[in-house]
């Protein structure tokens, strides 16, 4: 079992950046995919970004791609996304995931794959 914590979150202005970051708990973390979703209010929990357990194919919506790049360190036991560029229609609540994987080249993107979620951080861009 693996347990999510998520920070960075925060107000900036359109096109500033901001860094997340989510630290998993326990010992099996490269065992791991890892994905970032957000939820707008009112909105369904979309994907973001997906990354591999081992860190060597990364996938991302394309509302984000160029804008946002995810990454993972697995002797530290997290995963962050870098997001540059922000939009208005960025905001949400983001959510760090995972799901145990047996392969390094099959990313899956829809909430139901997941297993683990973190409680989310806000990120408000304001225009």
């Known amino acids: 079992q693996v347990q999510l914590v998520e920070s960075g979150g925060g107000l900036v202005q359109a096109g500033g950046s901001l860094r997340l970051s989510c630290a998993a708990s326990?010992?099996?973390?490269?065992?791991?995919?890892m994905g970032w979703f957000r939820q707008a209010p009112g909105k369904e929990r979309e994907f973001v970004a997906a990354?591999?357990?081992?860190?060597?194919?990364?996938y991302y919506a394309d509302s984000v791609k160029g804008r946002f790049t995810i990454s993972r360190d697995n002797a530290k036991n997290t995963v962050d996304l870098p997001m540059n560029s922000l939009k208005p229609e960025d905001t949400a609540v983001y959510y760090c995931?995972?799901?145990?994987?047996?392969?390094?080249?099959?990313?899956?993107?829809?909430?139901?794959?997941?297993?683990?979620w973190g409680q989310g951080t806000q990120v408000t861009v304001s225009s």
């Open positions: 326990g010992r099996t973390f490269s065992s791991y995919t």
């Open positions: 995931a995972a799901k145990l994987a047996s392969t390094d080249y099959y990313l899956p993107i829809r909430r139901s794959d997941y297993n683990y």
């Open positions: 990354i591999s357990k081992s860190g060597i194919t990364t």
